[in-house]
Structure formats: structure tokens, C-alpha cells
């Protein structure tokens, strides 16, 4: 007995970590970026609900939190300076973390509800992002098209893609050569929540794939892969290793400043896509299916077309000329 005692306290002491609902809650998420994303938001709630900015999220009391707490914390977050996006992007991680708590037996059914019971901050805001008109587009390729080393051939493929899809950064980072159907001229692409969808390349984007995957071969992994200072892939168990998001973000920030081109982000080429196809009289629907939103509410953000429909009806508008001083 004295054994088995022993032995069940060892069990217990093994498993005690994953009775935090932060860990909990990252553990269930399907994508690193999600993870990466998701805990960043957690230490920040912790760090401002501690007043300590070295504070974390793990082992803190989420399940000791209740209604007066959630809403304190609401208005905090709401007080940072921060976007409404960004702060309901924390309200849903705050709201998640609740709920994992709750599912571990260490909230009642009611305090999880309340404490849960949360509006987001509502927002008017445009999307953020600008377009990316196609001279950018064009001195951007035109500058890795004049790098012969391989990660010329790679980056010239990536801005090709971002630009024909509008695929999230996290998306092209998590692509691997068995979701390139050349014969469809197709990508499947995993999404948010695991969503998968099918993307179209147009033919100047596939010539540019091609010519990447002659450099990079066709061995199996992932579809774009760091490249060492010595112009090697880098591999991981015998593959091609994949990419980050922030990386992907990187190439284009360091291809555009070498093109004397302005900022853009891997979001502001998805914004440019959906504007461009709303206004070549692409659907809504199928807009929405091209970029993976969930909702047509979403895509519907990102049309150009009504604000230049005002911009044209201010046109019609004449100033009076001033008389003769």
C-alpha cells in the first residue's frame, strides 16, 4: 500500500503542470503562430493585471478571477493605447483560459459564466494596412530577380504568391510541397482553427514557383525554407525546415527597403488582394472563400469600391471662385 501511495503521488507531481489552464489552453491550439500569439496575450494581461511587466501567465490564479475581475481587467486592456482588434484578440485569450479552468474542475459552472460574460470593444475603424500599388510590386521582384543566389529564386516566388493569394504570413510559412498541385494550379492552405481551403496561382506566379522549386528540389517539407549565409537550405530530420511568420514578414521588409519602396506588411499584399478582386466584380462569396474568412462581414471591410464612390460624388463638387480682392 505504502508502494502504491508512493506511486500515485509520483503520478500526481508528473501531471500537476498541465493543471494550469494556461498550459492547458496553449496546448489545445492547433499552430505555433496560434500559440506564439495566444501567450504572448496571456503575459500580457498578467503583466498588466500584476503591475509587472516581467510577470508571465503560467501559474497564475485564472481560476480565482470573477466577474469584477474580468471587467477590471476589460477596461485596462482598453485603457493601453491599444486597437479594439487587438484588445478583443485578449479578451478572447482571457475568455479561453476561463474556460479551461472550468473544465478542470477548479471554477464552478456560474463563475466561469460570469467572469466570461464579456463585450468585446466595438470598432469603426477601416482595416488596417495600405494597399501595395504594382510599381512596388514590380521593383520588388525586379530586386530578386537581380539576387542569382537561391534566396533570390525563393523571395521572388514568395512576393509572387502573397500578391496572386493574399494568404496570411502564417499561412505561407506553414506550407509544404505536397500542398502544390501544378497541374490545378493550386495551394491548399491550412488556415485559422485548421481551416483548409484551395488557393489559384496566376501563370506569372507559378513561373516564379518553378523556377524556385528547380533551386530548393523536391524533396518533401516545407515550401519555403531559411536559407544559410552559405546558401544552403537549412533542414530539419532530412527536410526542408519551414519557415516562421515573422520571417516571411522580414524578406518583404528587407526586399522592399533594397527596392527604395516603403514599408508594407505580408497583410497589407492581402488587403490589396481582396480590394483587387471586389473591384474586378469578383463576388463577395467567393472572395471570402479565396482568403479564408469566416465571416462575409469580414471581406466586406476591405472593399474599395463605395469609398470611391464617395471620393467621385465629393468630385462632382466645384469650390466658388473667390472674388477679386
Request: with cysteine; proline share 5%; glycine share 8%.
Amino acid at each position: 500500500m505504502e508502494a502504491l501511495a508512493v506511486s500515485g503521488r509520483e503520478v500526481a507531481s508528473a501531471v500537476e503542470p498541465a493543471a494550469d489552464p494556461y498550459t492547458v489552453y496553449l496546448d489545445s491550439l492547433a499552430s505555433a503562430e496560434s500559440r506564439r500569439t495566444m501567450k504572448g496575450c496571456l503575459d500580457r494581461i498578467a503583466a498588466v493585471l500584476t503591475g509587472n511587466e516581467e510577470a508571465g501567465g503560467a501559474g497564475q490564479p485564472w481560476h480565482l478571477l470573477r466577474y469584477e475581475h474580468t471587467v477590471r481587467i476589460r477596461a485596462l486592456l482598453a485603457g493601453q493605447g491599444w486597437s479594439p482588434a487587438h484588445v478583443n484578440k485578449h479578451l478572447v485569450a482571457l475568455r479561453r483560459v476561463l474556460r479551461e479552468a472550468w473544465r478542470l474542475g477548479q471554477m464552478t459552472a456560474e463563475d466561469y459564466h460570469r467572469a466570461a460574460d464579456l463585450a468585446g470593444v466595438e470598432s469603426t475603424r477601416l482595416p488596417s494596412g495600405q494597399h501595395v500599388p504594382p510599381e512596388i510590386v514590380a521593383a520588388a521582384l525586379a530586386v530578386c530577380q537581380d539576387d542569382d543566389s537561391p534566396a533570390g529564386a525563393r523571395d521572388s516566388a514568395l512576393f509572387a504568391l502573397l500578391y496572386s493569394t493574399g494568404c496570411r504570413r502564417a499561412e505561407v510559412a506553414a506550407m509544404t510541397l505536397a500542398d502544390y498541385d501544378p497541374g490545378a494550379r493550386s495551394l491548399r492552405v491550412r488556415g485559422k482553427r485548421d481551416k483548409e481551403r484551395l488557393v489559384y496561382l496566376t501563370a506569372e506566379a507559378i513561373s516564379r514557383l518553378e523556377r524556385w522549386l528547380a533551386v530548393r528540389g523536391q524533396a518533401a517539407g516545407a515550401l519555403f525554407s531559411p536559407i544559410s549565409r552559405a546558401g544552403r537550405l537549412r533542414m530539419r530530420d532530412g527536410r526542408p525546415a519551414s519557415m516562421t511568420g515573422q520571417a516571411v514578414a522580414d524578406i518583404l521588409a528587407r526586399r522592399l527597403a533594397a527596392a527604395g519602396a516603403s514599408p508594407r506588411t505580408p497583410h497589407d499584399f492581402r488587403r490589396t488582394f481582396i480590394g483587387e478582386l471586389l473591384d474586378a466584380g469578383v463576388d463577395l462569396a467567393t472572395t471570402q472563400a479565396l482568403v479564408g474568412h469566416s465571416s462575409p462581414a469580414t471581406t466586406a471591410r476591405y472593399d474599395r469600391r463605395p469609398e470611391r464612390r464617395r471620393r467621385e460624388a465629393v468630385d462632382r463638387l466645384r469650390l466658388p471662385d473667390a472674388r477679386p480682392l
